[in-house]
């Protein structure tokens, strides 16, 4: 059995803010901005989060039928531990390279992941980035972690 490749397992996107992300076949990145058609995007340090596909599987263990974009994850990721990541980890992701800026979040409302099940894994679990260089990212690119420049 081979070592599980750390990827983009989907891209997602919405257009307004507080409402769930739907999955796009690739996104174009902004340096210093985020994702082009997304509601989050901007030029503060949350430009662009991450979610692993590990975590939402925790959620659908406890019996709710959640895919990716469901927590509002810009890019959601299957074998990388993103919260082993410090902040100003720089990632590599498809043609793109992120930096992380913090990890989990304050949420002020209960969403209605929170509502179902009684418990939502972004807050704890999500990472957030800013965007470096801007590309494309599609599902089935590549992440790694890379080393800083200094």
Do not use: W
């Amino acid at each position: 059995m081979g070592r599980v490749r750390a990827q983009v397992v989907a891209v997602c996107i919405s257009e307004a803010k507080g409402e769930r992300k739907s999955p796009v076949a690739s996104a174009r990145f902004r340096a210093g901005h985020g994702i082009d058609g997304d509601a989050h995007a901007g030029y503060g340090h949350r430009q662009v989060s991450l979610l692993a596909e590990e975590s939402i599987e925790k959620m659908r263990q406890l019996g709710l039928a959640v895919a990716a974009g469901a927590f509002a994850e810009n890019i959601t990721t299957r074998g990388i531990d993103l919260l082993t990541l410090p902040v100003g980890t720089r990632l590599a992701v498809g043609e793109t390279l992120l930096e992380i800026t913090q990890h989990g979040k304050e949420c002020h409302s209960r969403c209605a992941i929170y509502e179902q099940a009684g418990d939502c894994v972004m807050p704890k679990e999500g990472v957030f980035a800013r965007v470096l260089v801007g590309g494309v990212v599609s599902p089935g690119d590549r992440i790694g972690a890379v080393p800083a420049e200094g």
